[in-house]
């Protein structure tokens, strides 16, 4: 069982900055893909970013491409996203999610989710 808990978000003037951390528990989180996923206030929840287990490989949703980097630290099993340039529909619950494959991600472990929201 692995155990993500985010934190990180708030509140932010547009064009400003946030980081998001995701600390996960257990001893084989470098074997695991981490990612980002959001969901607005009346729509579905969307893909943001994701990362393979060494950090080799990321992908992006085109929404934030440019201005979103997502991280990891496999020593400290935690996983970050700095938002940079944030728009006020960038706001929305961000969760990390954690999965044996990024192909596969969606059906692994979520956080219970933290609250971005940026003002214009």
């Known amino acids: 069982q692995v155990q993500l808990v985010e934190s990180g978000g708030g509140l932010v003037q547009a064009g400003g900055s946030l980081r998001l951390s995701c600390v996960a528990s257990?001893?084989?989180?470098?074997?695991?893909?981490m990612g980002w996923f959001r969901q607005a206030p009346g729509k579905e929840r969307e893909f943001v970013a994701v990362i393979s287990g060494s950090g080799g490989n990321t992908d992006y949703a085109d929404s934030v491409k440019g201005r979103f980097t997502i991280s990891r630290d496999n020593a400290k099993n935690t996983v970050y996203l700095q938002m940079n340039s944030l728009k006020p529909e960038d706001t929305a619950v961000y969760y990390c999610?954690?999965?044996?494959?990024?192909?596969?991600?969606?059906?692994?472990?979520w956080g219970q989710g933290t609250q971005v929201t940026v003002s214009s």
């Open positions: 999610v954690g999965g044996r494959t990024i192909a596969t991600i969606t059906g692994g472990y």
């Open positions: 257990g001893r084989t989180f470098s074997s695991y893909a």
